[in-house]
């Protein structure tokens, strides 16, 4: 990958309980080279009935050469996103 590259990010979250969940937020949390934060908001609020699945995609461009540090998010009415859950890297050259 190169810098002004577009990565596009999917992530699929399902409801394995027996309740609804309420997803407040869906994105794709970035940090770039420097760690700064530079998270991808999806804006996918809606409820998540028991065993439903919901299908999440960002895109995101890499302006800067180095490494991207990149994990699926999302937040719920009482949890936020585990820290760095799922995280992946992309070296930018």
């Not at 869906?26 to 420097?34: E, I, L």
């Amino acid at each position: 990958m190169k810098a002004g590259d577009t990565i596009t990010v999917r992530y699929t979250l399902t409801n394995t309980g027996n309740q609804p969940i309420k997803l407040t937020e869906t994105f794709v949390a970035v940090r770039d080279p420097a760690k700064n934060n530079r998270d991808v908001d999806t804006s996918q609020a809606r409820d998540l009935a028991p065993k439903g699945t919901v299908m999440v995609q960002a895109q995101i461009t890499v302006p800067s050469k180095g490494t991207w540090r990149m994990w699926p998010c999302y937040e719920t009415n009482e949890n936020l996103c585990p820290n760095e859950w799922h995280k992946f890297y992309v070296p930018v050259k």
